[in-house]
């Protein structure tokens, strides 16, 4: 009888670590990694992994805006109510299962699980969130990846229309002295090959956009909280063609690690280390990572498509605090004009002979005259 006992015991043991390490297996490689943040943003340790679909909100609140959606997880906290970053930055790698055993050696100062409840980060949400809330100000929103054979950009500021667009044109751009390519190690990867362009472009295109922004310091001195989202999917292309196990995989991911660390520093520079890092790694079983984007700020967009959209009667986008602050307004100015008329008119109409402390003076002059 006691051996029986034991047996289930050992058994129902097994089927727990079992689970486990199915768990495990499952969330490992899917984190977000913070590789710099301000003093006056704290790091708690989580349990529970952050579902893809908070990450928006995580990042809403990190910046001081409040965010629509309720959100319990608290690795990410702001510890001052008079400061905030001025701008935060996330890229998103999708990688691979087989890349589970080796997550991305990058320098951090927190890393938290995520599970993938959403195939997608709704970055649109997030940058509507911020245009809403700053709707009479130009904040600087930008969101860049890869769609198909393009490379994608979404930013209302026109000074990113002259990146690099397709394959063609980056794969020229890696050849100039200040590249990606001249300044990382590729290893054995190689730009002949689609898939090794894809990812070295990716990373071209991260650098370009610093490389912008850093030329053009007014467009930092809004202040407003900026926005910047990439997202790199040329990893999860290399070990589909290569394997996990390739020397190709394992030069990719020492390449975006080494990239990784430089973008932060340069990053630190443009904001004077008053800006969030966050770097977001993701392994879809099915298909590939979705990324939702504003369509209608393409900058690829050909100039014909904005003549025809300028002829469509469509009334403004107002704010959803608009018919608050309209109504405030417009019964602080009825009131006011009330309490003036009503006190010119007591004042017209006041009785001179009164006596009151402002005509007693006056009586009495009269009667001496």
Avoid at 25 to 48: D, I, M, N, R, W
Avoid at 88 to 112: E, Q
Avoid at 348 to 357: A, E
Wanted: glycine letters at 4%; a negative charge; aromatic letters at 8%.
């Amino acid at each position: 009888m006691v051996t029986v006992k034991m047996a289930n015991n050992e058994r129902k043991l097994f089927s727990f670590n079992l689970c486990l390490l199915i768990f495990i297996g499952a969330c490992y490689g899917q984190e977000l990694v913070v590789t710099h943040a301000p003093s006056y943003v704290s790091f708690q340790e989580q349990k529970e992994a952050l579902p893809t679909s908070d990450v928006p909100s995580v990042i809403t609140n990190t910046l001081g805006v409040q965010s629509d959606k309720d959100v319990s997880w608290t690795g990410l906290t702001q510890n001052s109510l008079f400061k905030r970053p001025k701008a935060n930055v996330l890229v998103s790698i999708v990688g691979h299962r087989d890349l589970n055993t080796k997550p991305l050696a990058i320098k951090n100062l927190a890393r938290f699980p995520v599970k993938m409840d959403d195939p997608m980060v709704d970055i649109a949400s997030l940058m509507n969130t911020l245009q809403g809330t700053f709707f009479d100000q130009s904040p600087l929103l930008l969101d860049a990846g890869m769609d198909n054979n393009f490379f994608d950009v979404h930013s209302d500021f026109d000074v990113f229309r002259k990146l690099p667009d397709t394959m063609r044109k980056m794969s020229d751009r890696l050849l100039d002295s200040d590249s990606v390519l001249q300044r990382h190690s590729s290893g054995s990867l190689n730009t002949s090959r689609p898939s090794d362009l894809k990812l070295m472009g990716e990373l071209q295109l991260i650098q370009d956009v610093i490389n912008t922004v850093g030329d053009r310091p007014e467009m930092l001195k809004g202040k407003t909280p900026d926005l910047f989202s990439f997202t790199v999917t040329g990893l999860n292309d290399i070990v589909n063609k290569h394997g996990g196990k390739s020397l190709q995989a394992q030069d990719a991911q020492t390449l975006i690690s080494d990239f990784i660390t430089k973008m932060t520093e340069d990053f630190k520079k443009l904001y004077k280390d008053n800006v969030v890092v966050e770097v977001l790694t993701v392994n879809p079983e099915q298909g590939s990572y979705v990324r939702k984007v504003r369509k209608t700020r393409s900058l690829m967009a050909a100039e014909e498509d904005k003549d025809e959209g300028e002829d469509i009667n469509l009334s403004k986008d107002y704010d959803e605090n608009y018919p608050a602050i309209f109504n405030i307004i417009l019964w602080m100015m009825i009131v006011m004009f009330v309490v003036l008329f009503a006190v010119s008119y007591g004042m017209w109409n006041m009785d001179p002979g009164r006596d009151s402390i402002i005509y007693r003076m006056t009586t009495t002059r009269l009667k001496k005259d």
